[in-house]
């Protein structure tokens, strides 16, 4: 079957081409889907390239507090992930806070771990440490 995208839809002043970029752009399509998540790197379904954006969604291992990040241009780009909380009881530190980064590399079927890390900042001591506290559980890409 051929299908001409140059065709004008009814009722609009769009072509079929013209919507189908349009609901690209907003649905997205997932490259990667976990819904406990990883630490470890990805391999998407669909090679980063491919989109002008991708949205990557993450929660923490901790509290399973979730987190979202969007990428323009993703291919060939690193970012990172963080976030900050106070002291916790469950924690060693009592009067201080905490900032957990996790700095990724993203380029064409992958996602690296280039490093991560947990901070932990009070009155007297700063100390930097591993953590494997990030998950990454779903990536979508907008063409």
């Known amino acids: 079957m051929i299908i001409n995208e140059d065709l004008m839809i009814g009722g609009t002043n769009k072509t079929l081409k013209t919507l189908n970029n349009e609901v690209n752009k907003t649905v997205g399509h997932i490259l ?10 990805i391999t998407l379904n669909d090679s980063a390239a491919n989109y002008s954006g991708i949205r990557i969604e993450w929660i ?24 900050m909380e106070a002291a916790r009881p469950d924690e060693s530190v009592v009067n201080g806070s905490f900032l957990f980064a996790k700095r ?8 690296s771990l280039l490093y991560q890390q947990k ?3 009070n ?20 063409k």
């Open 119 to 121: 901070v932990i900042a």
């Open 104 to 111: 990724i590399y993203i380029y064409n079927n992958s996602i």
């Open 32 to 41: 990667y889907e976990n819904p406990v998540g990883t630490t470890s790197d």
């Open 60 to 83: 923490t291992g901790l509290n399973n507090d979730w987190y979202t990040t969007y990428l323009d241009n993703p291919n060939g780009k690193s970012t990172t992930l963080f976030f």
């Open 123 to 142: 009155i007297d001591a700063t100390v930097a440490l591993r953590d494997d506290r990030f998950k990454i559980t779903k990536v979508i890409g907008y």
